[in-house]
């Protein structure tokens, strides 16, 4: 009976962090924005559809000890994906709180804002590249 109410617990919370954030992609409007970039509005479906099997795949990966039979080349190509996704995220969060027009009226930039957030992205493939190529962080 104790396994039932830690099921229906753990369930419950699932969803309630689910739907925060999903709450979040639509409020920071990062799906519209892909949608409206790509001009692929007649395959909504299919973007519901993807964000639905990644939230799952994701959950059961991360809360079963599972290992997939996957080259190296697969797992780079899959780890590009997921950087460009969360980087899109920080970016969308950035420009819904306003950071570069404040940042940049504070230090009295005027020109190169273009080139500040390139310098940033490079900066984040470079240090984040480094951190996995030399295995950082790891015990």
């Known amino acids: 009976m104790g396994q039932i109410w830690i099921s229906l617990i753990g ?3 699932g969803f309630i962090v689910a739907g925060g954030v999903v709450a979040l992609m639509v409020g920071l409007g990062i799906i519209t924005r892909y949608i409206g970039i790509t001009h692929t509005a007649d395959k909504i479906f299919r973007y519901e559809d993807a964000i639905l099997l990644g939230s799952v ?9 599972l290992s ?3 080259g190296v080349w697969i797992l780079c190509v899959g780890g590009l994906f997921i950087g460009v996704f969360v980087g899109s995220w920080i970016m969308a969060l950035s420009e819904v709180i306003n950071v570069f ?5 504070r230090l009295g930039v005027t020109k190169g804002l273009s080139w500040i957030v390139i310098a940033m992205a490079v900066g984040k493939v470079v240090g984040s590249t480094l951190g996995f190529y030399m295995r950082w962080g790891k015990g």
């Open 11 to 13: 369930f419950s919370s």
């Open 57 to 65: 795949t994701g959950t059961v990966l991360t809360v079963y000890d």
């Open 101 to 105: 027009p404040v940042y940049c009226r």
């Open 68 to 70: 997939l039979p996957i």
